[in-house]
């Protein structure tokens, strides 16, 4: 019995890794990659930087790949061994459906456990990670937040537009300086030039042949009050770097909330409480597809009774489909406490695991 467990695991496993590895690809350089390769176009980031984004967006997608690639490994695994009387065989020598799915257990609940770890500490620090990336870019080529006849909205209180660029030169610049919400300053420039004040996390914005006009700061929406004309023939304008990572984390994604900051978060009563619950319920739910995943795959697997691969891809397709759509629908509902939010979000779960189960008896039954 331990040469067909490990029979069985080996397939599964190799199958596993080659359907993970491969969906993790597509997802990765298929969806997030369009984003990357606008900021290496456009923002003028190294390469390594795109490949550090890579890196930090995968943890992510495998908490979708794992259950994935097992559920395809599942079909391709038990189609094949349908489709050549190997199961026959097994049942021929005594051997119940229950005990030839018991390694299919084993690797479900130990795929359940590495997919949790991901959800609930891996991915939450790649998504951290990736916010503070921003920094070191800021820091190795400031002039990648500022491109040709675009304006500039990384900075909190800084709006700033570019009409062209020359080398390291920047032409026809237009500055709006913001205080609690309101415009209080726009400065024009023919041309400036960047450098950074590590001392003080600041970008230095250094203008040459400027005016401004600037509003007054008890009553900025009055035009009336406005000061134009004041000529500066060089000037100097801080843009907080800091800032702009404090605003970026203060508006930090739930997915980069770990376990114990979700916990902590929840105690406090917040009025994302609601959000967080479902957050927290979401990883563990997604973290256990695996298993209502084995429960279908298994019977449709040996139902299909087919070795091509392209079957077994078609069948995982579209189970995979409806579970992640029932979740991303449950997931929208995470603000609406009249929906019971946190229940609905395990509901993917229940239907397909009552699913399997009844798949399942049905096969043993025969």
């Not at 969906?23 to 930087?49: C, R």
């Not at 079909?75 to 190997?86: C, H, I, K, P, Y």
């Not at 009025?271 to 449709?300: G, M, Y």
Request: charged share 20%; net charge neutral; with cysteine.
């Amino acid at each position: 019995m331990k040469i067909i467990d490990r029979y069985i695991l080996l397939a599964l496993g190799v199958a596993t890794l080659m359907g993970v590895s491969l969906l993790s690809l597509v997802l990765v350089l298929g969806n997030v990659f369009k984003q990357l390769l606008d900021l290496l176009i456009n923002h003028d980031i190294p390469l390594e930087t795109v490949f550090a984004f890579i890196a930090f967006v995968l943890p992510f997608s495998m908490t979708f790949t794992i259950p994935w690639g097992f559920l395809t490994a599942l079909l391709l695994v038990f189609g094949r061994l349908s489709a050549d009387n190997e199961i026959l065989a097994m049942r021929s020598m005594g051997i119940s459906f229950t005990r030839m799915c018991f390694p299919v257990l084993v690797s479900a609940l130990t795929l359940a456990a590495v997919c949790l770890w991901i959800n609930l500490e891996v991915a939450p620090k790649a998504e951290q990670a990736m916010m503070e990336s921003l920094y070191k870019i800021a820091t190795s080529n400031p002039l990648s937040f500022f491109q040709t006849d675009e304006v500039s909205e990384d900075f909190p209180d800084r709006r700033v537009y570019v009409g062209a660029r020359e080398g390291e030169t920047l032409k026809n610049i237009l500055v709006f300086e913001l205080e609690t919400g309101h415009l209080s300053k726009v400065v024009f420039a023919k041309e400036g030039h960047l450098s950074l004040d590590k001392d003080h996390s600041n970008l230095l914005l250094k203008v040459e042949d400027a005016h401004f006009e600037e509003r007054d700061p008890q009553d900025p929406n009055n035009f009336i009050k406005i000061r134009q004309g004041i000529v500066m023939q060089s000037g100097v304008f801080p843009m907080s770097l800091k800032k702009l990572f404090e605003a970026k984390m203060r508006w930090r994604h739930l997915n980069s909330y770990s376990l114990s900051e979700l916990i902590g978060e929840i105690k406090k009563n917040t009025p994302q409480r609601l959000q967080l619950l479902v957050e927290l319920n979401k990883r563990f739910s997604i973290s256990l597809a695996t298993l209502a995943f084995a429960l279908i795959a298994i019977p449709l697997g040996i139902t299909a009774h087919r070795k091509e691969t392209s079957i077994g891809f078609a069948l995982s397709l579209v189970v995979a489909f409806g579970y992640f759509f029932f979740i991303i629908i449950a997931d929208t509902f995470r603000s609406n406490p009249h929906a019971y939010p946190v229940l609905l979000i395990w509901l993917p779960n229940i239907i397909f695991t009552s699913l399997g189960i009844l798949l399942f008896r049905r096969l043993v039954k025969k």
